[in-house]
């Protein structure tokens, strides 16, 4: 199985600030790696695919990059809204996995 | 607008199998891989597998010998069953579509408990 490792594990920032997370693979996923943002008792909802692109409807704010091991999902200007947990998952080779999730919290 | 809608009980008990069923409107069953993922309680996400139309499956080898994934294009749904259940089952369980997994359901919790 392909190991995913976000970093942080846990994210304190203020609203206005820009953030980035981190996600690791174990082995290369080429470009198919996904973002997800979930907030408390609701479904994970698709940020980005691809590593980079942005599902239709996502705000611009949010962007991914990265390839093969390394990818990052930027959040610039953070609103209250932003502030909830984000995984990251490749879907390059089965298993799928997912990260382990990053918090996003308010400082 | 994609939608899926998960269903099933909500209780399973231990050593029973857990059987839940996701129906899908605003798109066609029979484009896609159609998947089933899990999350027990304040833990991280799980993929169980998926299902496209032409039978093709794929289930992660941690629970592959306990699970069935089906599909029925008359009705628009798909379906989940996990043999041999214990409370380590206990999760919300989602659907979505596609290996990015761009629509999702809104979850149904189900707890393995006698």
């Known amino acids: 199985d392909i190991q995913m490792t976000q970093s942080p594990s846990i994210l304190s920032a203020s609203v206005g600030d820009r953030v980035s997370i981190t996600c690791r693979a174990s082995?290369?996923?080429?470009?198919?790696l996904a973002w997800f943002q979930q907030k408390p008792g609701r479904a994970p909802k698709l940020l980005i695919y691809k590593a980079s692109t942005l599902k239709s409807g996502v705000p611009s704010k949010f962007s991914g990059s990265g390839s093969g091991t390394e990818f990052t999902l930027t959040i610039s200007s953070l609103q209250p809204a932003d502030f909830a947990t984000y995984y990251c998952?490749?879907?390059?080779?089965?298993?799928?996995?997912f990260g382990q999730g990053t918090r996003l919290e308010i400082k | 607008q994609v939608q899926l809608q998960e269903s099933g009980p909500g209780q399973v008990k231990p050593s029973e199998t857990l059987s839940l069923t996701c129906s899908v409107s605003g798109g066609s069953i029979s484009v896609h891989y159609w998947n089933w993922i899990r999350q027990p309680a304040g833990n991280g996400l799980e993929w169980i597998g998926h299902i496209n139309t032409v039978g093709g499956t794929k289930y992660n080898p941690s629970l592959k010998s306990r699970v069935t994934m089906s599909v029925d294009t008359s009705t628009n749904q798909f379906s989940l069953k996990l043999t041999s259940v214990t409370a380590a089952d206990t999760a919300v369980y989602y659907c979505?579509?596609?290996?990015?997994?761009?629509?999702w359901g809104q979850g149904i919790l189900v707890t393995v408990s006698s």
């Open positions: 082995q290369s996923v080429s470009g198919w």
């Open positions: 998952q490749q879907y390059g080779s089965y298993p799928i996995t």
């Open positions: 979505a579509r596609s290996n990015f997994l761009d629509y």
